[in-house]
């Protein structure tokens, strides 16, 4: 069954720590996506990487980490600098036509 | 930075009327796509017009573009209460390279 899977649903994140989403996908795509949406707005572009071993900036990647070691992986880590991480954290993908994407279930991080 | 604006904001109709949502963007574009999100999950690609086509069918779905008026509509006919949820246009802009930009979504309500 193909498709991209976002863990966990819900994540608590404490002061001053820094906390990693997951994002993995078997659609044998080669870009892949991050995004940031608050509520009642559309989605901001955090960092996405077109190839493994490559990445790039979004519009708001302040506070924010990613990686690209595998093909089907593309973590996102919310690091302590970023002082407003309470959101829905969507991921996605797209294939060689690279016009539509495909996206995950979403994570919701939350500040305790 | 947001390319599309949604209009309106929020959309209640009952079952069985159209449902017309509107979105104006900025600069030059290749395409234009429309994504449907339930409440809290991700978003499912609806259809993608590109720049050099005018009207798109898909099902109930209906898209026009203007590039001249840098705009696009989306009508959904006969509605259903199951068609509840935000729409959201985005844009890849000219030369953009599959970096989708997306509006802050309009959400409808459809009242059995």
């Known amino acids: 069954d193909g498709g991209i899977t976002q863990s966990p649903k819900y994540l608590f994140r404490k002061e001053g720590q820094n906390v990693t989403l997951s994002c993995e996908q078997n659609l044998n795509h080669d870009a892949m996506y991050w995004y940031r949406q608050d509520p009642g707005q559309g989605l901001r572009l955090i960092y996405y990487s077109q190839i493994v071993n490559d990445f790039q900036k979004g519009d708001i990647a302040e506070g924010y980490s990613v990686s690209r070691e595998k093909k089907e992986s593309f973590p996102l880590t919310v690091t302590s600098a970023q002082k407003n991480p309470t959101a829905f954290y969507l991921c996605a993908s797209t294939g060689t036509a690279q016009e539509t994407q495909y996206f995950g279930p979403g994570t919701r991080l939350l500040v305790l | 930075s947001q390319q599309g604006e949604e209009d309106p904001q929020a959309l209640s109709i009952q079952e069985g009327e159209n449902a017309t949502m509107n979105c104006s963007y900025k600069t030059s574009i290749n395409n234009l796509q429309w994504y449907r999100q339930n409440s809290g999950r991700g978003l499912v690609h609806l259809i993608l017009?590109?720049?050099?086509?005018r009207e798109k069918h898909s099902g109930r779905l209906r898209v026009t573009l203007d590039t001249s008026k840098k705009s696009s509509s989306l009508l959904i006919t006969a509605s259903r209460a199951a068609d509840t949820a935000s729409y959201f246009c985005?844009?890849?802009?000219?030369?953009?390279?599959?970096?989708?930009?997306f509006g802050a979504g309009t959400r409808l309500a459809v009242h059995p």
């Open positions: 985005a844009t890849t802009p000219f030369g953009g390279y599959n970096k989708l930009i």
């Open positions: 017009i590109r720049s050099n086509e």
